[in-house]
């Protein structure tokens, strides 16, 4: 933008180009928009993901799967561990 001598100057500068001026604040909202809503994406599925995931029993001892435990409580034996799990020593 070239250097204005004075106010009125600037003022039909301004009237000239209000549209574009307005898409191009309009656009800048819609994009911090638009980021803000995939950052919450993001957060709400890492939270999800952290509880949703099941807890895999190891024995001390022996170093092999005692059970494992999911987030409502029911259990399972160690025939198939899920793909992603939390490893929870045990006695």
């Known amino acids: ?3 204005y001598i004075n106010d009125q100057d600037f003022i039909k500068w301004q009237k ?3 549209r574009k001026i307005a898409v191009a604040e ?3 909202i819609f994009a911090i928009l638009g980021l803000i809503m995939l950052l919450l994406a993001l957060c709400t599925t890492a939270i999800s993901m952290a509880l949703n995931t099941p807890e895999v029993e ?3 001892e022996t170093k ?3 059970r ?3 987030m409502d409580g029911s259990t399972t034996d160690c025939s198939v561990l899920p793909s ?3 490893r929870v020593w045990v006695k």
């Open 84 to 86: 992603r799990y939390d």
């Open 68 to 70: 494992v435990v999911y």
């Open 58 to 60: 190891y024995s001390w």
């Open 16 to 18: 000239k180009h209000a």
């Open 64 to 66: 092999e799967c005692k």
């Open 26 to 28: 309009g656009l800048k």
């Open 1 to 3: 933008m070239k250097d």
